[in-house]
């Protein structure tokens, strides 16, 4: 069990340091003692990151100490900017460096974006300066989206026009022409095939597209979306537009949904999340729109989405079990179903089963029966033992759940 408090872990930690020294050396270096020594200095990186990273280059090394940096710095750009930058090249691990480089941005941009920016563009690799640039807009955004959202326009029509330039580059040390790669395609056509490729880094801008996004859709949701839109799918637009109708669903909901009706491509996962948004504060109204969608797999998730914010908008889980039973199409019923289930699955492991054992898709019913199976197993052997004889699992997946059970 973790102890929550930074005051707690500056007298824990001190002891434990000084025990280090004591323990036989092979025991100091197991996986184990290096993992409990990595989380207490990220605790303590909270309240004190120089005296944490102190202790991490003195106690850990490999993995453990890339991910005690990564903490470290992100809490260090708070207290001392300049340190914070200078241990992010130490990370050795790129995924960690780059972990730090996002979170070390954000400090930068929310405090000083000039610096931040300055900071991001001085990585030699365009995949570096695109996460750290990622982070800085992100924290930028929530003091001055409209200069966030500027950078990012500029920022990924330079990387554009970079990755262009060496698409031509490679071709010309290949020797081979546009016409050869698009045989078949007019001038026009070709033209327009190139100019879509899309620069695989921008990938890592959808952070900062979605912070934008939902930084201008707390002052103007409609102005957000026009922004968002304007974006290629290369461009973050998903994320974007993600971020805008999640946040205008908080205070407008019905207007956001007239507008995500307006979207061209529109995506179900989205629509999801937006009624989830919804549903936790007006479940009659977001559930009634639900319905009013056509039947398919927008509104299965639209559906999902209306359970889940009605549980977490505090309902007792017998109202959606309610509410499943007048809905007429199975697939409904079962997605609501299953929902209610993974919720109650832990507290109450039986009355999630009697959910589990209604659904009539198989796939989904074997899926749910491994999220609630352990703890009804645990809580009554008796009842997971009935479960499992009526589940209609194959012969090696009963197995594995007896052996729950002890058999």
């Known amino acids: 069990m973790e102890v929550e408090g930074g005051a707690i872990w500056g007298r824990l930690a001190p002891g434990m340091m000084a025990a280090m020294s004591q323990l036989d050396s092979e025991i100091a270096n197991t996986f184990l003692i290096r993992d409990v020594v990595e989380r207490v200095i990220l605790k303590v990186a909270m309240v004190d990151p120089h005296k944490a ?7 850990l090394a490999g993995k453990h100490l890339d991910s005690a940096l990564t903490g470290i710095a992100i ?33 930068l941009g929310a405090a000083d974006s000039e610096r931040g920016l300055a900071w991001a563009g001085s990585f030699l690799l365009e995949t570096e300066r695109a996460f750290a640039l990622s982070g800085v807009l992100s924290g930028m955004a929530g003091r001055d989206w409209n200069g966030a959202a500027e950078e990012y326009l500029r920022t ?27 045989e078949g395609l007019t001038r026009a056509e070709i033209e327009k095939a190139e100019l879509a490729k899309p620069n695989p880094n921008l990938i890592y801008f959808e952070k900062a597209a979605y912070a934008i996004g939902l930084a201008m859709a707390r002052e103007s949701p409609e102005n957000a979306s026009e922004w968002a839109r304007s974006l290629d799918i290369y461009q973050g637009r998903g994320a974007a537009l993600e971020a805008v109708f999640e946040q205008w669903a908080s205070s407008d909901p019905a207007a956001a949904f007239e507008s995500y009706l307006l979207e061209p491509d529109r995506r179900p996962e989205l629509a999801e999340r937006m009624f989830g948004t919804w549903a936790e504060s007006d479940p009659q109204s977001a559930a009634m729109a639900a319905l009013g969608m056509a039947v398919g797999a927008e509104r299965i998730h639209v559906v999902e989405g209306v359970a889940r914010g009605w549980l977490e908008s505090g309902a007792a889980p017998s109202e959606l079990v309610s509410w499943a039973k007048t809905l007429r199409v199975s697939a409904e019923q079962d997605a609501v179903r299953a929902i209610v289930a993974s919720e109650t699955g832990y507290d109450r492991p039986v009355y999630a089963w009697s959910q589990v054992e209604q659904i009539r898709d198989a796939v989904r019913r074997a899926r749910v029966f491994g999220e609630i199976f352990p703890s009804l197993a645990a809580n009554n052997p008796q009842v997971a033992r009935q479960a499992l004889a009526s589940a209609g699992l194959s012969a090696v997946e009963t197995e594995y759940y007896e052996h729950m059970l002890g058999k």
């Open 53 to 59: 990273l102190a202790w991490a280059n003195e106690w």
């Open 75 to 107: 809490q260090m750009a708070n207290v001392d900017p300049d340190a914070a930058i200078q241990l992010v090249p130490k990370i050795t691990a790129l995924a960690k460096r780059m972990e730090a480089a996002i979170g070390v941005g954000r400090v």
């Open 156 to 182: 990924v029509e330079a990387m554009k026009s970079r990755f262009r330039e060496s698409v031509l580059a490679d071709r010309a040390v290949a020797g081979t022409t546009a016409e050869e790669e698009y």
